[in-house]
């Protein structure tokens, strides 16, 4: 696709071609020039500058020239963390949290992900896909442009495997940039209750290797908790995804104090999701971690908030403040699920951001732009309006300001949404 765009009010998210991540203080400025023009090539952001269009510019056949009139332009958010695959909903548990029951209870009850992977049991490819297509949808008209699903609701080979081929089609079908992550140690499967230990050994001996072989995850996460999976279960889990190339992003830090930054740390983890529960050895791991990048070349190991998670559940907040002015990259994401986070509006999580963990709304867009796409490893791809990059952006009116995006929290702003160049709808 190749289209003109001009007369951009504001051109947001402009970050040099090198900058892949924003750290502490380079989060404050989300980056903007005014009265610009874009320039699309076969799908990919050309160009761009300020008015006047140059001449080299033009001219382009009529009908691939479009005026914004003012309109603000932004690189699409990029959702580094759902569970949008599953079959069905969970309003009964929604209620019963609402009658005082916490979420572990609601888990030991073998509602929660059990419940889920039951469902998702009985349900065949094509309804998971179809389902899935619908938030799919939803999330792209609310301005996500890229976004990572993880498995985590078939909890055996099979149904892992069914989950992930789910992902698989969504990504050759969608217009989304879409990466894939294997959660087979999301909670134990019906099958193990009681042997947690054997179900480890199971998806280290079967699981991990199919997936792996069929090439179907780009990444491999573990909730890492209380009552969940140990670190040292983690650890084993993360050795065998690394055996075929498995990147972790992990779930930690969420229900209690319970070793997932240090796991992620120690097995170069691309993030480490949740951090409700995250402490100040936590932060001092991350940092210590972020230094090590340039003596040792480690990797980026991006924190990342999920504060639509603790609104839903009414629970405390990742400390976002804290984690940026560590000097520390942050990103946010949806945690779309059935259970935690029916949701996968991704400015609603910006708004969150601000109100709930006191990012400027500067900070909370780098954190949902760039960072979030470093957090899924394709911030060389999208989450900035760079040459070279994917033309994917969504479109406001002229705002009063920046600040009015997040203020505005359930104003829907996004007006217009552009993937590869083509506006969806
Ligand atoms: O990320 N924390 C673990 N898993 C999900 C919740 C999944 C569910 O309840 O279905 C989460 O919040
Ligand atoms: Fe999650």
């Not at 996500?144 to 992902?167: F, H």
């Not at 199919?210 to 993360?238: H, K, M, N, S, Y």
């Not at 979030?372 to 999208?382: H, I, K, L, N, T």
């Amino acid at each position: 696709m190749n289209l003109l765009i001009t007369d951009i009010g504001r051109l947001y998210g402009v970050n040099p071609e090198g900058c892949l991540v924003r750290c502490g203080a380079e989060m404050s400025e989300f980056p903007c020039v005014e009265n610009a023009w874009l320039r699309i090539v076969d799908g990919k952001i050309a160009d761009w500058g300020t008015a006047p269009v140059p001449p080299s510019s033009l001219p382009l056949p009529a009908g691939e020239v479009l005026s914004l009139r003012g309109g603000w332009l932004f690189p699409s958010f990029c959702d580094s963390h759902t569970h949008l695959v599953y079959a069905g909903s969970r309003e009964g548990e929604f209620v019963d949290k609402i009658r005082g029951l916490s979420y572990e209870e609601i888990a030991r009850r073998g509602g929660g992900i059990l419940n889920s992977a039951d469902r998702l049991h009985e349900a065949t490819e094509d309804e998971l896909y179809a389902e899935a297509m619908q938030r799919v949808h939803e999330v792209m008209l609310k301005g996500t442009g890229a976004i990572e699903i993880k498995s985590g609701y078939g909890l055996n080979t099979e149904d892992e495997l069914k989950m992930l081929r789910v992902v698989r089609r969504i990504r050759e079908t969608s217009p989304l940039v879409v990466r894939s992550t294997f959660l087979g140690a999301h909670a134990v499967g019906r099958a193990y209750q009681g042997r947690q230990a054997d179900y480890v050994d199971m998806l280290i001996r079967e699981t991990i290797p199919e997936v792996g072989r069929q090439g179907l995850a780009d990444f491999i996460d573990v909730f890492c908790d209380r009552d969940f999976f140990t670190p040292e279960e983690t650890g084993r889990l993360l050795e065998a995804g690394a055996r075929w190339g498995l990147r972790p992003k992990i779930h930690g830090q969420e229900l209690a104090d319970s070793g997932g930054v240090e796991v992620a740390v120690q097995h170069d983890a691309l993030s480490v999701d949740h951090l409700e529960s995250m402490t100040d050895r936590d932060i001092s791991l991350l940092q210590e971690h972020l230094a090590s990048r340039s003596t040792k070349g480690a990797g980026w190991l991006i924190p990342t908030a999920l504060p639509g998670t603790s609104f839903f559940l009414g629970m405390p907040f990742a400390p976002g403040r804290r984690i940026i002015d560590a000097g520390l990259p942050l990103a946010i994401a949806s945690d779309y699920n059935p259970g935690s986070t029916p949701s996968g509006d991704m400015k609603f999580c910006v708004s969150l951001a601000c109100i709930k963990m006191r990012l400027l709304p500067d900070e909370a867009l780098n954190a949902a732009t760039l960072n979030s796409a470093a957090a899924m490893g394709v911030s060389d791809e999208v989450g900035s309006i760079a040459v070279g990059r994917r033309a994917n952006f969504f479109v406001t009116e002229p705002l009063s300001s920046l600040d009015f995006l997040p203020y505005a929290y359930t104003t829907p702003l996004v007006r217009r949404v552009f993937l590869d160049g083509l506006e969806v709808n």
